[in-house]
Protein backbone atom coordinates (compact mmCIF):
# COMPACT_ATOMS: atom_id res chain seq x y z
CA UNK A 1 0.00 0.00 0.00
CA UNK A 2 2.87 2.35 0.23
CA UNK A 3 4.51 2.08 -3.11
CA UNK A 4 0.77 2.92 -4.28
CA UNK A 5 0.89 5.69 -2.24
CA UNK A 6 3.79 6.81 -3.49
CA UNK A 7 2.80 5.90 -7.29
CA UNK A 8 -0.56 8.11 -6.46
CA UNK A 9 1.59 11.15 -4.83
CA UNK A 10 3.95 11.09 -8.34
CA UNK A 11 0.90 11.14 -10.25
CA UNK A 12 -0.31 14.03 -8.15
CA UNK A 13 2.53 16.11 -8.57
CA UNK A 14 2.85 15.45 -12.48
CA UNK A 15 -0.95 16.55 -12.90
CA UNK A 16 -0.28 20.50 -13.34
CA UNK A 17 1.84 20.06 -16.19
CA UNK A 18 0.61 16.94 -18.05
CA UNK A 19 0.08 17.20 -21.48
CA UNK A 20 2.50 20.28 -22.04
CA UNK A 21 5.65 19.69 -24.18
CA UNK A 22 8.30 21.12 -21.97
CA UNK A 23 6.72 20.59 -18.62
CA UNK A 24 8.04 22.93 -15.76
CA UNK A 25 8.16 21.69 -11.86
CA UNK A 26 4.99 22.02 -9.97
CA UNK A 27 4.28 25.39 -7.95
CA UNK A 28 5.95 24.71 -4.60
CA UNK A 29 2.76 25.71 -2.86
CA UNK A 30 1.16 22.67 -4.78
CA UNK A 31 4.04 20.29 -3.69
CA UNK A 32 4.04 21.48 -0.38
CA UNK A 33 0.33 20.66 0.08
CA UNK A 34 0.59 17.22 -1.59
CA UNK A 35 3.61 16.42 0.37
CA UNK A 36 1.66 17.42 3.70
CA UNK A 37 -1.61 15.26 2.85
CA UNK A 38 0.13 12.13 1.55
CA UNK A 39 2.66 12.69 4.43
CA UNK A 40 -0.11 12.11 7.13
CA UNK A 41 -1.64 8.86 4.65
CA UNK A 42 1.87 7.43 4.91
CA UNK A 43 2.57 8.01 8.63
CA UNK A 44 -0.94 6.23 8.87
CA UNK A 45 -0.14 3.38 6.62
CA UNK A 46 2.65 3.07 8.68
CA UNK A 47 1.18 2.73 12.20
CA UNK A 48 -1.29 0.14 10.64
CA UNK A 49 1.56 -1.49 9.75
CA UNK A 50 3.52 -1.88 12.80
CA UNK A 51 3.05 -4.47 14.86
CA UNK A 52 1.31 -4.40 17.83
CA UNK A 53 3.59 -6.57 20.08
CA UNK A 54 5.80 -4.92 22.00
CA UNK A 55 2.85 -1.96 23.32
CA UNK A 56 5.54 -0.03 24.21
CA UNK A 57 7.27 -0.34 20.67
CA UNK A 58 3.56 1.04 19.56
CA UNK A 59 3.31 3.61 21.82
CA UNK A 60 6.56 4.66 20.65
CA UNK A 61 6.30 4.29 16.78
CA UNK A 62 2.69 6.16 17.34
CA UNK A 63 4.17 9.33 18.49
CA UNK A 64 6.95 9.56 16.23
CA UNK A 65 4.97 9.10 13.29
CA UNK A 66 1.78 10.47 13.77
CA UNK A 67 3.28 13.24 16.82
CA UNK A 68 0.79 13.36 19.13
CA UNK A 69 -0.55 11.86 22.51
CA UNK A 70 -4.49 11.96 21.73
CA UNK A 71 -6.29 8.84 23.19
CA UNK A 72 -8.78 9.10 20.70
CA UNK A 73 -6.76 9.23 17.60
CA UNK A 74 -4.10 6.75 19.19
CA UNK A 75 -7.78 4.20 18.98
CA UNK A 76 -8.74 5.08 15.56
CA UNK A 77 -5.06 3.54 14.52
CA UNK A 78 -6.06 0.52 17.13
CA UNK A 79 -9.94 0.60 15.34
CA UNK A 80 -8.11 0.60 11.77
CA UNK A 81 -5.37 -2.18 12.55
CA UNK A 82 -8.54 -4.16 13.54
CA UNK A 83 -7.88 -5.47 16.97
CA UNK A 84 -10.45 -6.56 19.10
CA UNK A 85 -10.77 -3.93 22.14
CA UNK A 86 -9.50 -6.30 25.06
CA UNK A 87 -6.31 -5.99 22.93
CA UNK A 88 -7.10 -2.57 22.52
CA UNK A 89 -8.00 -1.70 26.23
CA UNK A 90 -4.23 -3.03 27.08
CA UNK A 91 -2.56 -1.15 24.53
CA UNK A 92 -4.34 2.16 25.60
CA UNK A 93 -3.20 1.71 28.82
CA UNK A 94 0.24 1.18 27.98
CA UNK A 95 -0.27 4.33 25.95
CA UNK A 96 -1.73 6.43 29.04
CA UNK A 97 1.46 5.36 31.29
CA UNK A 98 3.73 6.14 28.60
CA UNK A 99 2.31 9.90 28.76
CA UNK A 100 2.48 10.11 32.60
CA UNK A 101 5.66 8.91 32.94
CA UNK A 102 6.73 12.15 30.82
Same mark, same amino acid.
Do not use: C, W
Given at each position: ???????????????????????? &?? &??????????????????????????? &? &????????????????????????????????????????????????
Amino acid at each position: MLLDIHALKTSILEMPTMGMENPA &PP &PTTFTKIVNKGIGKIEAILKMILTPHD &P &PEGLSENYILLIGDKNITNFQKILELKGLRRNEQQQLIEQFQQRDDEK
